[in-house]
Every structure is written in C-alpha cells, then in structure tokens.
C-alpha cells in the first residue's frame, strides 16, 4: 500500500514543480517583450539618436537610405526643437527634422544646395555700396567670424564696433553667380521669425536667412546683431 500511495505524490510534486518553472519562464518572457521599443519609421529612430550619433535604419523607411548620421540639435526659429540629418548617399543630402507639438518628430525640408556647396573660407573681390560711396574692397570671411572689416587703404568703411549702426549696406560679390546680399539688423522684440517677416514678407524664409548666416540657435538672434540677406527675398517697402 505504501508503494501505491508513494507513486502519485511524486506525480503531483513533479507536475507542481513543472508548472512553477513554466510559470515562472512565461512570466519574464513577458516582462522582456514589454520592454523592446519598436521604431517603424526613420524620422522616429533618428529622434531618439544622440547627436552625432550614426544609424542603421528600419527595412523600407520613408528616406529611401540604410544609414544617417544626426549631425546637430538645434531650436528653429519658431520655437521648436529640429535636427540636421545627413544620409548615406553619393551625393551630399542633408535634411532638417523637427519635433511637432505632439512630440513626434517629422521630416521637413532638404538643405541640399548652393549653400551647402559654398566653401567656409572665402575671399571674394567685391563692390560695397554705403549711401552714394563705392570702393573695391576684400572681404574674407570664415565660419569662425561674427562680422567683417571692410578696409580700402587705411580707410576702415565698416567695424565690429558700429556695425550695429548700419542698417543698409550692399555687398555686390564677384562670383560664379554674381550673387547680391544685404545687411539688416534686427530690430526690438523681434525674434529670426518676427525679423524674416518684416525683411522679406514671408516668415519662413527664416531658413535661408538661418543658412546664410550659419545661425544654429534662433534663441542667439538678439536685438543689434546686423544679418545677411538675399537681396531676392527682401521686400520692396521693408526698412
């Protein structure tokens, strides 16, 4: 009898001992699953990088590339944060992704163009109207410098101290494309996206202004900084 009686206890002690070890396995399996972050889309996984930092991308994203690189974070001129993105592809490609209001982070524009082919250091020849006066000037210019000194002999036209003063100065630069900018100088209260509204008519073309100027923050444009423009993009009837 006490065989009989030993054969099931030993049943019921193996099946309770199985049924823990399942339970148990179920139960961190579970707890890993929930722990694994899915990212379905290139704009989702590049705003969780760490600036600088260089990504594989999901199968088939919306870029169309395999790897990107976050090159820098940066607040826009509208108050939101944004990221330059560089991707993986024979021909320079750079693009800006912003963070919307619902915290997901969007794809914008490309940066791909003129300006990003412009070498940082540059010596062009140039005509520098001020009023009814025009000299042939030097400028040199490197991505270091926050304002230029425009010297004909021993003459200086224009230095660090008063070019807050000038509001209205034309450089003419001889170059491939003959391009024109302007100098304007930003005004009280104005934010990058007040200034562009006021010079050009259209606030969004704080972008370009942003680019020309290499500006990275637009929490950096305070009153008395003097910024270049496209001659094209300013407005008739601006002051």
């Known amino acids: 009898m006490r065989k009989h009686t030993l054969i099931p206890c030993m049943a019921l002690t193996?099946?309770?001992l199985t049924g823990c070890a399942t339970t148990g396995l179920n139960s961190s399996s579970q707890g890993q699953e929930a722990n694994v972050v899915q990212?379905?889309?290139a704009?989702?996984?590049?705003?969780?990088?760490?600036?600088?930092?260089?990504l594989v991308l999901p199968e088939d994203n919306e870029l169309g590339v395999s790897t990107a690189r976050v090159i820098k974070q940066y607040h826009a001129a509208s108050g939101r944060l944004c990221r330059r993105i560089e991707l993986a592809t024979a021909n320079p490609d750079i693009r800006v992704m912003c963070k919307s209001d619902s915290g997901q982070w969007r794809m914008t524009r490309s940066l791909t163009g003129a300006s990003l082919a412009q070498p940082l250091t540059q010596t062009p020849m140039a005509a520098v109207v001020v009023?009814?006066?025009s000299v042939d000037s030097t400028i040199s210019s490197t991505k270091?410098?926050?304002s230029h000194t425009l010297h004909s002999g021993r003459e200086s036209l224009l230095?660090?101290?008063?070019?807050?003063?000038?509001?209205?100065?034309?450089?003419?630069?001889?170059?491939?494309k003959n391009s024109t900018i302007r100098l304007r100088e930003v005004q009280d209260g104005e934010t990058l996206w007040k200034f562009s509204k006021r010079v050009t008519g259209d606030a969004l073309n704080w972008h370009?202004?942003?680019?020309?100027?290499?500006?990275?923050?637009?929490?950096t444009v305070v009153p008395g900084l003097v910024l270049k423009i496209p001659v094209h993009l300013i407005r008739p009837d601006s002051q």
């Open 14 to 16: 193996l099946w309770g």
């Open 39 to 41: 990212v379905t889309t």
């Open 43 to 54: 704009a989702e996984a590049l705003g969780n990088a760490q600036p600088g930092e260089q």
């Open 131 to 133: 009023g009814e006066a």
């Open 144 to 146: 270091t410098e926050e």
């Open 159 to 176: 230095d660090n101290s008063e070019a807050g003063l000038i509001s209205d100065v034309t450089l003419v630069v001889a170059s491939a």
């Open 208 to 219: 370009d202004i942003a680019d020309l100027n290499e500006i990275d923050d637009a929490r």
